[in-house]
């Protein structure tokens, strides 16, 4: 079975500092990792993806994640919180073999100080 | 790329009706598609997976009657709330699943509530 923890429920940054929004996996089989943002009111929008290929992955407006097996890490950075990157960020999870169901993860609140 | 559209984005109803929301793949077909359930400030909830042609398979505690799915063609999946109560107020949110590995495409979700 598949889940994702993470690990802060809200995050606080000021802008132009450095955001970090952990998540941890347990999967059976080899994972796919993702994270996605979730603005008010809005849609989901995919972050960035990994999928067995660079343990370090670059994704939209800034962001990467590392893919960490040994730690069972795949937690999201981004160099200098901008005031729009305020919003719900979910880690999901999916197996790579099977259904491709999503397992979200609780989401983080991300809240950027001016 | 690709796009996923429900509809409709917000839905108001009264206790006892039933509401349909549709999910659409706008430019690639679709045989797995999935639906969530969002509470408010929750995370979101498997509800079911909605294949093509067959019947949907639905998770663990979601009640199959009350949440009818139909996936009749293969751009357009449908989730009709039957006899809603304020209960069943949420966000719900599609995906479609594309070609090739991992292709998961979200619409942009709706929002029901029952009064």
């Known amino acids: 079975a598949q889940s994702v923890t993470q690990l802060d429920s809200h995050v606080s940054v000021s802008e132009g500092t450095p955001v970090l929004l952990r998540c941890n996996y347990s999967?059976?089989?080899?994972?796919?990792l993702f994270w996605y943002v979730q603005h008010p009111n809005k849609g989901l929008q995919l972050l960035l993806k990994?999928?067995?290929?660079?343990?370090l992955v670059k994704g939209i407006n800034g962001f990467e994640a590392e893919f960490k097996k040994s730690e069972t890490s795949f937690h999201l950075t981004k160099p200098s919180a901008h005031m729009s990157d305020a919003a719900e960020y979910f880690c999901v999870v999916s197996s790579t073999s099977g259904t491709y169901k999503y397992i979200f993860g609780t989401g983080t609140r991300l809240k950027v100080l001016a | 790329g690709a796009v996923v559209s429900q509809h409709p984005s917000r839905v108001i109803c009264k206790s006892g009706t039933s509401v349909k929301i549709e999910c659409r793949s706008l430019?690639?077909?679709?045989?797995?598609m999935f639906w969530y359930r969002q509470f408010p400030k929750k995370s979101l909830m498997l509800m079911a997976t909605s294949n093509e042609g067959s019947k949907a398979t639905y998770e663990q505690g979601v009640e199959k009657d009350k949440f009818l799915i139909n996936h009749a063609s293969l751009t357009l999946s449908t989730l009709t709330v039957t006899s809603a109560h304020p209960e069943d107020s949420s966000f719900y949110i599609c995906?479609?699943?594309?070609?090739?590995?991992?292709?998961?495409?979200f619409g942009e979700g709706s929002w029901l509530t029952v009064v």
């Open positions: 999967s059976s089989y080899s994972p796919s």
């Open positions: 995906s479609a699943r594309g070609a090739g590995p991992n292709t998961i495409y």
């Open positions: 990994y999928t067995s290929a660079a343990t």
């Open positions: 430019d690639f077909q679709a045989t797995t």
